[in-house]
């Protein structure tokens, strides 16, 4: 399993249940990398998207305890029946946030996939600062490149003590 995120330069993943940035070159990544694949969102991610329907041409799995039944998407309760419903899943799991999400299931997460931007969005919310937690390591990072006036790098971090999957 694997996580993907932007962070601002405070690791910053949001702002009211949103997006701190638009990046065309971020959301291209994004989308070549997840397609095909399946995601992991929780709710409020759900909600968060063009009118909170799930990302099209993925498997989307939601962690919600609120969030009625859906048939466009597979509603989970819990982590048990979170880690029971990607036993079979399409392709690599992806996990897309939010911040609980993350906080949840990056101890489950080999590797980390990160567009840094150089900027600070206000963010409300926030993803755990890997560049100061000694169980990750930056395998990469991409040269700077400038999508819509902000200056991005693309990192892949490896977490040294990826826990197994129950």
Not at 48 to 69: A, C, D, M, W, Y
Not at 132 to 157: A, H, M, W
Request: include cysteine; glycine fraction near 10%; charge should be neutral.
């Amino acid at each position: 399993m694997k996580a993907i995120v932007h962070v601002d330069k405070n690791w910053g993943i949001g702002k009211n249940n949103s997006l701190m940035f638009r990046l065309p070159a971020d959301m291209k990544f994004f989308k070549e990398t997840t397609t095909g694949n399946t995601v992991v969102m929780g709710g409020n991610t759900l909600r968060s998207f063009p009118g909170g329907n799930p990302l099209k041409n993925r498997v989307n799995i939601v962690l919600s305890k609120t969030l009625p039944e859906r048939a466009d998407c597979t509603i989970v309760r819990s982590q048990r029946q979170f880690f029971d419903a990607i036993k079979g899943a399409s392709g690599e799991v992806f996990v897309i946030g939010g911040s609980s999400v993350y906080n949840m299931l990056l101890p489950y997460c080999d590797e980390v996939l990160v567009t840094k931007v150089k900027a600070d969005g206000g963010g409300d919310a926030f993803f755990p600062d890997l560049d100061s937690d000694p169980r990750y390591v930056l395998l990469s990072e991409s040269e700077e490149q400038e999508t819509n006036g902000y200056k991005i790098t693309f990192c892949t971090y490896k977490n040294r003590e990826v826990q197994p999957l129950p």
